[in-house]
């Protein structure tokens, strides 16, 4: 039976990926800024909250915000506001490396194991043709960077594992509510099946890329 480890397990990604993955008889293990305290942008608490565990067979980090504090994304870069900007790396960046500063211990090494972090396409660089929201963007792609150079590093001690930055897709959750607009979106279930499927699919041959919900990789 698989073991899984969600984090940011109340969100609508989140929660949907952990119901999905223990619908198929996994055991899942659910953590949360809300339920258990876990803030992931605090070195102690994700500390705390993850020593002391066993291994998984798969792990997603399923936190992040587009608006923090009321902070909505900026227009143009002269809406820019450090201190918000900020924040955004705190969550969005620092928050997942201080997670994947434990991955070493927290993956299984002598079998398959994926560690999937959610990104989003917006924070590719080589597909950003339209601007705006400076500090999210910025924030995953460097959340991108760091998937980069973790995968790199866990390679060495496991090497059946799979360390990626995934695209969810526009997903119909609390954190696209306002933002939405016209655009087409996905219920959380059904984008938690399609990133499932695509974990299923990851080996070392994958580690360290970034994909989207259909499988297809991402450019940087
Ligand atoms: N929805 C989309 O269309 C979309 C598109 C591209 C990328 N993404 C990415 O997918 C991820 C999940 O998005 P979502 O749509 O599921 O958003 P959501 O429904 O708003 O959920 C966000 C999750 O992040 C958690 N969180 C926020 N700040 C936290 C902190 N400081 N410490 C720990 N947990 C924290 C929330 O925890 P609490 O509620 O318990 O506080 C919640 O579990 C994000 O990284 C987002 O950038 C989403």
Known sequence: ????????????????????????GAMVDRLSRSVDGFDVTDAASVERHLAG?????????????????????????????????????ALNAVGPALVLSHAHRLM???????????????????D????????YRAA?????????????ELARTHKRAALVALHPGTVATAFTQKYV???????????????IAVMDGLGPEQTGKFFDYSGTEVPW
């Open 128 to 135: 950003n043709r339209i601007g705006g929201w400076i500090s």
């Open 53 to 89: 565990r066993g291994s998984y067979d798969r792990i997603v980090v399923a936190t992040g915000a587009l608006e923090i504090d009321g902070a909505e994304p900026e227009k143009t870069i002269k809406g820019l506001d450090a201190a918000a900007m900020l924040d955004q790396f």
């Open 181 to 195: 607009g016209r655009h087409p979106s996905v219920l959380p279930a059904q984008a938690a099946a399609e990133l």
């Open 1 to 24: 039976m698989d073991k899984v480890l969600i984090l940011g397990a109340s969100g609508g990604i989140g929660s949907a990926l952990a119901d999905g993955f223990a619908a198929r």
């Open 108 to 126: 299984v090494r002598d079998a398959p194991s994926v560690l999937a972090v959610l990104s989003a396409r917006v924070g590719s660089i080589g």
């Open 140 to 152: 995953k792609a460097a959340v991108n960077q760091i998937v980069r150079t973790a995968s790199i």
